[in-house]
C-alpha cells in the first residue's frame, strides 16, 4: 500500500488525511464498531486539515454511497450467479448478505471519496516541528 503514498487511490482505501495522508481520519479505524463508525477526529494532527468543511459537509457522501454499494453489489452477483452458478435467490441472498455486512466499509468508502474530492495531497505545507536545537 505505500507503494500508492501521495494518490488520492491511497487516502480512498486507508482513510488517511487527503492533504499529508500521514494518519487516519476516523477516530476508531475499526469500522465494524457500529458505535463509532462515522466519528472522525476534527483535524489531522500533522498538517492541521479540517476534515468538515462546512456543517453537514458529508451529506454529498450520500450520493457517492449509491454507486459504491451498487459496486459491492454487482461484484456479488457476478460471483455468485455467473461465476459460481448459484440460482437466483441464491445469489439474491448473497448479495442482501454482502450488502449488510459491507455496509460500514461502504459508508467509510464514501466519506474518503467525498473529501478527495475538495482536498489534495500536498495543497498544504506540513509545519515542521519545533526542536530545542539551535544553530
Known amino acids: 500500500m505505500k507503494l500508492l503514498k ?8 486507508t ?3 487527503p492533504v499529508c495522508q500521514s494518519e487516519s481520519m476516523y477516530s476508531v479505524q475499526n469500522p465494524y464498531k457500529l458505535s463509532s463508525t462515522l ?19 458529508f451529506y454529498g457522501a450520500m450520493y457517492v454511497s ?3 454499494g451498487l459496486i459491492f453489489a454487482g461484484t456479488a452477483f457476478v460471483l455468485t ?12 441472498a448473497v448479495i442482501v448478505a454482502v ?6 466499509i461502504i459508508l467509510r468508502i ?3 471519496i467525498w473529501i478527495n474530492f475538495f482536498m489534495h495531497y500536498g495543497s498544504h505545507k506540513v509545519p515542521l516541528k519545533k526542536s530545542n536545537t539551535r544553530f
Open 66 to 68: 449509491y454507486p459504491v
Open 15 to 17: 482513510g488517511n488525511c
Open 110 to 112: 464514501s466519506r474518503n
Open 39 to 57: 466519528k472522525m477526529e476534527e483535524r489531522c494532527s500533522r498538517c492541521r486539515t479540517k476534515y468538515k468543511i462546512e456543517p453537514s459537509f
Open 81 to 92: 450467479y455467473l461465476a459460481f452458478d448459484f440460482s437466483l435467490i441464491a445469489t439474491y
Open 6 to 13: 501521495g494518490t488520492k487511490v491511497y487516502s480512498i482505501l
Open 99 to 104: 450488502m449488510v455486512l459491507s455496509l460500514p
